[in-house]
């Protein structure tokens, strides 16, 4: 039995902690200690994206971080992108429910972190810039035409907020 | 898929850090984790020992010498680099070749220090780092040394740096001189590992001659190569694609090792065609920078 | 896959052979190799440690020398075995020739068929790889075997006075593990960095040894 660790962290604006090995991962840890199995995980390796939560204001995969490492950090996952109790949906995911973003939604959680955090840095994206965003993140079922349209919208749909 | 078990250990400065390392048996830092964390995921590497070394503070951040050197400290994210402005006027190439490492996600945690010793035969930052002649500087408990960049690469996804040492940062200085720059890569998806890549740095004369340049080349050979003899084919040459094709051969001499992916034929072929057309942007980038 | 070699060896055929053929000191000589069983006269189990990049195999592996020609001129080995930690695993199977080339020089051509399955084969670069690492390792092996051979000339001669070992400074401390002193099998120690003999100079000094070759 290896040493366990306790850790102490804020998910979606709430405190969560746990006594971890070093070696589960931050995606393990969000799925299985805290319930949120919003985050998917999908290759373990950084590859597929589904994997992708905010950690400290930034995308980052769950897969490749340790939840020891993850001590003290802000998390946000899918579920913390609906405000209001999940009475309202976030932009990202508006959009995705209007262009049909999403069929099996594995790869869903993923995309829309992905997305949420790029428009928070680049507010009007080309739809290069969205494909070129999306290439870290893989999705089985839709084509991705869905998804680019739904990055598009999300980002026209949060500057009409702004504005 | 999950790591075998390992002693976790987070130092929260660097003689800390350097005291773990000599003191630590089988011990792996862990920087970014993006390619550590694959590994130890898929359990090729299994250490005893993990030194965390994310909250080392003296080893993050830019620093612009009054010399002109720009000191990158080694946990430096990838995606603070892609982003400073500061460092982007002096160095344009980083900005244009971090598009193509990794994805937006592993920017925000994989690390430049990372990325050079791991020494992925297809990764960007050595091949920027060899344009660009850099020093690495290397720290152990009881010693500090320098490395050239050309010195690094040991073998295969080997850098020049024992098991008691650590990356502490990385020294470049930017080239003063007017020049054009160009970065392509080949790739099957956007992210996936090169196939084959090409930097380049381009300088005219007032004659329009090539009066300086580098160009480094990524994913073909072993490990990043700086296509040196392409350079003294192009020196004091008029810019032609005539010209870019002639030196392009030199790539044909190279080691171009198969696998599982790609022949080494493709990717020479893959890596000529890139060279040609990096040369030719590099020149037009150096235009238009006179003229503007 | 299919590698070639061709080492120059400064001893006599006889005591190449000698050496060669005995896996109690041919066995050491390959970097990162302890000899862990003998089986019979021809046979061995050993292990091998090796660095690939930033993976570290130990090599669970058992030989065998066969076709050992009577005029010294011809062997072979088959070597095989796994990683003890199930990352892969290998099976190479060695063609030596041996000819003098003098009264003390002696060629030693090696063809080794390698084949390798499992992870390790796939990971990084595969084949080219693989080459490279086992020329390197190859080369070794010869350099150290040579310097084994010509010390137990030497200490045939002279058994009270051993005489120095040629290599001096950095290199002595390298090769000077896998033949300082290591008559029978010894346990080499913790598995050897394949790499970091380049800092102590060897790789130089093997690139100029296959610049000698014929």
Known sequence: MSTKHSIALTINGQRYSGDVEARLTLADFLRHHCDLTGTHVGCEHGVCGACTVHVDGRAARSCTMYAVQADGSEIKTVEGLASDEGNSLHPVQEAFREFNGLQCGFCTPGMQMTIAAYLEENPNPSEQEIRELISGNICRCTGYQGIVKAGLRAAERLREEQS | MKPTAFEYHRPSSLNEALEMLSSLDD???????????????????????????????????????????????????????????????????????????GHYATRNRGTLGGSLTHLDPAAELPGLCALLDAELVIKSQNNERTVSIHDWAVSFMQANIEENELLSEIIIHPWTVSHGFSFLEMSRRHGDF??????????????????????????????????????????????????????????????????????????????????????????????????? | MNLVNEFLLNAPRDAVWKGLTNPEIAAPCMPGTQLTERIGDFGFKATVSLKVGPVKLQFLGEGELMNLASDQSYGEVVAKGSDAKGRGSFKAEMKFRLSEESATQTKVQVETELTLTGSVAQYGRGVGIVKEIASQLTSEFTRNLEQKVINNIADALSPTQPIGYATTGSEGQAAGQATHGREQAEPQGPSINVMQLVFTGIFRWIRSFFSRKA
Request: glycine content about 8%; charged content about 25%; proline content about 3%.
């Open chain 2, 194 to 292: 090169a196939i084959a890549g090409v930097a380049c740095l381009l300088s005219l004369d007032d004659k329009d001659c090539i009066s300086k340049t580098a160009v480094s080349l990524i994913g073909v050979a072993n490990g990043a190569v700086r296509l040196k003899n392409a350079e003294s084919l192009l020196l004091g040459e008029r810019f032609s694609m005539d010209l870019a094709e002639s030196a392009a051969q030199v790539i044909d001499g190279l080691d171009a090792p198969a696998d599982a992916h790609h022949s080494g034929d493709f990717r020479k072929r893959t890596a000529k065609t890139l060279f040609k057309r990096a040369l030719k942007q590099a020149y037009d980038n150096a235009i238009e920078g006179r003229t503007r």
């Open chain 2, 27 to 101: 011990a792996k830092l862990l920087a970014g984790g993006q390619s550590l964390g694959p590994m130890l995921n898929f359990r090729y590497v299994m250490p005893e020992n993990v030194i965390d070394i994310n909250r080392v503070p003296e080893i993050k951040g830019i620093h612009f010498e009054s010399n002109g050197a720009v000191r990158i400290g080694a946990m430096t994210r990838q995606y603070e680099i892609e982003k400073d402005e500061q460092f982007n006027q002096q160095l344009p190439i980083f900005r244009e070749a971090l598009r193509w490492v």
